[in-house]
């Protein structure tokens, strides 16, 4: 739609980038996986997120406290209807129950991850990251210094590190062991400064952020740039003055400053205005040329692994090797067993697709996907 439609918008069909924040840049992640998006957009930027093995597996989950997509649609279509045997009966649900059902469940987000299903992602995010097969286009990616203060305590997924732990410090080590390995568990301990119960908090929320967001990040952009795919990385460590600010450079705090706007939440001085400028600047310029970089700004290198140079963003930019590196190396290997994990577990299974492709229309569309269109 894009194309066929930008320059209508004074904007230009073979010039796009997708951009996106969060949920969107895992988005955009799993578009750049899909082989039926190659050639309709030329560059991607993506902020504080990837799907590198986010996924509902066919019949089987292979990670602690994950789930199959078969078991996910059984549980969601069991909580519309109990006697729905057949396809018709489900299309015959209204509308407005689905509504009503989505608006009284906080944990719906949980049914909206990608599911190989060979037509769409014929591969894992993570797999076709590593593989090289993604992303395709030139990249600009990073995260933010203290990702992991908004979901410390929320999130429960043991596979990221069982933060709701509670009880002795050997009861949360045993906890970490049982995720990472006795051995990874003990370096990445000291790394974050997990050592003592009163640590261990502060730690737990740093390696969180790490874990669900930097070394995702920092792996896509060495495949990227091992792909020789232009690759720029940042690393935004700005905190606002706001009152009683004590969670940092928070998941999503860069928001205002890529786009200019302002929030009573987050006031901002000359030098955060400054700042928003230049921010805006590298992510317009890359949109523009593919390159951020341009007159007055601060240069910003090339990524690459072997350099692992990073642009920090704050009241003064610059560039530093290695942000975070060995701590972000025992996560990766932690991330490829993952990624391994799920990979074998979403092996294409050609009877099932199928069935599925003829007998599920696409909706409001002539064509349906038996036609192979």
Same mark, same amino acid.
């Given at each position: 739609?894009?194309?066929?439609?930008?320059?209508?918008?004074?904007?230009?069909?073979?010039?796009?980038?997708?951009?996106?924040?969060?949920?969107?840049?895992?988005?955009?992640?799993?578009?750049?996986?899909?082989? %039926?998006?190659?050639?309709?957009?030329?560059?991607?930027?993506?902020?504080?997120?990837?799907?590198?093995?986010?996924?509902?597996?066919?019949?089987?989950?292979?990670?602690?406290?994950?789930?199959?997509?078969?078991?996910?649609?059984?549980?969601?279509?069991?909580?519309?209807?109990?006697?729905?045997?057949?396809?018709?009966?489900?299309?015959?649900?209204?509308?407005?129950?689905?509504?009503?059902?989505?608006?009284?469940?906080?944990?719906?987000?949980?049914?909206?991850?990608?599911?190989?299903?060979?037509?769409?992602?014929?591969?894992?995010?993570?797999?076709?990251?590593?593989?090289?097969?993604?992303?395709?286009?030139?990249?600009?990616?990073?995260?933010?210094?203290?990702?992991?203060?908004?979901?410390?305590?929320?999130?429960?997924?043991?596979?990221?590190?069982?933060?709701?732990?509670?009880?002795? %410090?050997?009861?949360?080590?045993?906890?970490?062991?049982?995720?990472?390995?006795?051995?990874?568990?003990?370096?990445?301990?000291?790394?974050?400064?997990?050592?003592?119960?009163?640590?261990?908090?502060?730690?737990?929320?740093?390696?969180?952020?790490?874990?669900?967001?930097? &070394?995702?990040?920092?792996?896509?952009?060495?495949?990227?740039?091992?792909?020789?795919?232009?690759?720029?990385?940042?690393?935004?460590?700005?905190?606002?003055?706001?009152?009683?600010?004590?969670?940092?450079?928070?998941?999503?705090?860069?928001?205002?400053?890529?786009?200019?706007?302002?929030?009573?939440?987050?006031?901002?001085?000359?030098?955060?205005?400054?700042?928003?400028?230049?921010?805006?600047?590298?992510?317009?310029?890359?949109?523009?040329?593919?390159?951020?970089?341009?007159?007055?700004?601060?240069?910003?290198?090339?990524?690459?692994?072997?350099?692992?140079?990073? %642009? &920090?963003?704050?009241?003064?930019?610059?560039?530093?090797?290695?942000?975070?590196?060995?701590?972000?190396?025992?996560?990766?290997?932690?991330?490829?067993?993952?990624?391994?994990? &799920?990979?074998?577990?979403?092996?294409?299974?050609?009877?099932?697709?199928?069935?599925?492709?003829?007998?599920?229309?696409?909706?409001?569309?002539?064509?349906?996907?038996?036609?192979?269109?």
């Amino acid at each position: 739609w894009v194309r066929n439609n930008i320059s209508t918008f004074g904007g230009d069909p073979d010039n796009v980038t997708v951009f996106g924040e969060s949920a969107g840049a895992q988005s955009i992640s799993e578009l750049m996986a899909t082989r %039926l998006a190659d050639g309709l957009y030329d560059k991607a930027i993506l902020e504080s997120g990837t799907s590198s093995y986010n996924a509902l597996y066919r019949n089987e989950a292979p990670l602690i406290g994950s789930r199959s997509a078969e078991d996910a649609g059984t549980e969601f279509l069991s909580s519309l209807v109990t006697n729905a045997a057949t396809a018709a009966d489900l299309r015959a649900i209204p509308a407005a129950a689905i509504i009503s059902r989505a608006e009284a469940r906080q944990d719906l987000t949980r049914y909206f991850l990608p599911v190989v299903d060979g037509r769409v992602l014929t591969e894992t995010i993570g797999a076709a990251i590593r593989a090289g097969d993604e992303p395709k286009v030139p990249v600009l990616a990073g995260y933010n210094a203290d990702e992991g203060t908004l979901f410390y305590d929320s999130i429960r997924s043991p596979t990221v590190l069982r933060p709701g732990i509670t009880g002795t %410090l050997e009861e949360r080590e045993q906890s970490l062991a049982e995720v990472f390995g006795e051995n990874p568990a003990k370096a990445l301990e000291a790394l974050y400064g997990m050592e003592t119960e009163r640590s261990w908090d502060a730690g737990a929320t740093d390696m969180l952020g790490d874990d669900m967001f930097g &070394v995702h990040m920092r792996f896509l952009s060495k495949a990227n740039a091992a792909a020789g795919r232009p690759t720029w990385m940042y690393f935004f460590t700005r905190t606002t003055p706001a009152r009683s600010q004590t969670i940092g450079a928070f998941h999503g705090s860069e928001i205002p400053f890529v786009f200019g706007s302002s929030s009573p939440l987050m006031p901002t001085s000359d030098k955060d205005e400054k700042l928003a400028d230049n921010m805006q600047s590298y992510w317009t310029n890359f949109a523009r040329t593919g390159n951020p970089n341009g007159s007055g700004l601060p240069e910003w290198p090339r990524y690459n692994a072997s350099t692992d140079e990073w %642009l &920090v963003l704050d009241h003064e930019i610059f560039t530093v090797a290695g942000i975070r590196a060995r701590k972000l190396d025992i996560l990766e290997e932690h991330l490829i067993d993952r990624i391994d994990a &799920v990979s074998r577990a979403t092996e294409i299974n050609p009877e099932f697709d199928a069935t599925l492709m003829t007998t599920l229309p696409v909706s409001g569309s002539e064509e349906t996907p038996a036609d192979g269109n």
